[in-house]
């Protein structure tokens, strides 16, 4: 019941009902998402660990 109401499927669907693209072009936009997001986990793992001391950096504005 909640895939007849998925927001994604919904505007694919009109998407494509309205020609504004085909389901290939929309095939192609989630097989590259897909591929940035691997890039950038990758990316996540291969980065060293930030420092502790930057932790709360830009989390808080001084005097706030």
């Not at 895939?3 to 998407?15: V, Y």
């Not at 897909?34 to 504005?61: C, G, K, M, N």
């Amino acid at each position: 019941a909640w895939k007849a109401r998925d927001a994604i499927e919904l505007i694919e669907a009109r998407t494509i009902a309205g020609e504004v693209a085909t389901r290939q072009q929309l095939t192609q936009v989630w097989d590259r998402t897909r591929e940035q997001v691997a890039e950038a986990i990758a990316y996540a793992r291969t980065s060293p660990d930030p420092d502790p001391a930057d932790l709360l950096a830009d989390v808080y504005t001084a005097g706030a």
